[in-house]
């Protein structure tokens, strides 16, 4: 990232740049960015998604991650999104998004904290019911709920939210043309985690 970096345009002064996870269509970085006062410092995460598929038009999973990680941060429950910013570099173009820092993904707080009290587990499940709740009244069905996407935001004092949105479908536009529901593909999500509907594989499938 640094060599990059440094031919890139349209990056904030953020430093520290420090690598922290992969995905399929994205890099994840902790960078440190300077508060208004010029003299402290904050630590964040920016997920830097490379944006087209084949040069031509922008990734589908990139739309879907920045569209519904704008309008679930919004509420109680979503992670708190900093800024959503595109950069440009010899190579083409790469969509950032900043946001919240946390320390660490569901799986790696049960390993670590493996006597989880009754009041941890009823708070990250409200947590993670309220977050559910957001994206369903936007019409949004996340579709690859699992540890690895459940992000905990302090380990002494857990609470939880959701992430990762690049294969959620949207249930709003699904209207009925010449009398037939638009049907879901039941393709989606880490397979060890699939809801029993698209297991079953029913096209038919809604946020509930």
């Known amino acids: 990232m640094k060599d990059e970096s440094e031919t890139e345009t349209g990056i904030p002064p953020f430093s520290k740049w420090k690598h922290i996870g992969k995905g399929t269509y994205a890099d994840v970085y902790e960078v440190e960015i ?6 402290t410092t ?5 997920k830097r998604c490379q944006p087209h598929t084949r040069g031509f038009g922008l990734c589908p999973s990139v739309v879907r991650e920045v569209s519904s ?4 941060s919004a509420h109680a429950g979503g992670i708190p999104l900093r800024s959503i910013f595109l950069s440009r570099h010899p ?3 790469t969509v950032n998004i900043c946001m919240e820092r946390m320390e660490g993904d569901m799986l790696k707080f049960l390993r670590t904290s493996p006597q989880l009290t009754v009041d941890t587990v009823r708070d990250i499940a409200r947590d993670l019911c309220r977050c559910l709740s957001v994206c369903h009244s936007h019409g949004i069905i996340h579709r690859d709920v699992k540890p690895q996407n459940i992000l905990i935001t302090d380990f002494n004092n857990p609470r939880a939210t959701l992430i990762d949105y690049g294969i959620c479908a949207y249930e709003f536009p699904r209207i009925r043309s010449k009398s037939r529901l638009i049907q879901m ?13 698209v297991i079953l594989h029913d096209p038919n ?3 509930a």
């Open 34 to 39: 300077m508060d208004d006062d010029g003299d």
């Open 205 to 207: 499938y809604t946020a």
């Open 69 to 72: 990680l704008s309008w679930v």
């Open 185 to 197: 593909t039941d393709y989606v999500q880490t397979r060890w985690y699939r809801a029993p509907e």
């Open 42 to 46: 904050t630590t964040a995460a920016i």
């Open 91 to 93: 190579r083409g173009s």
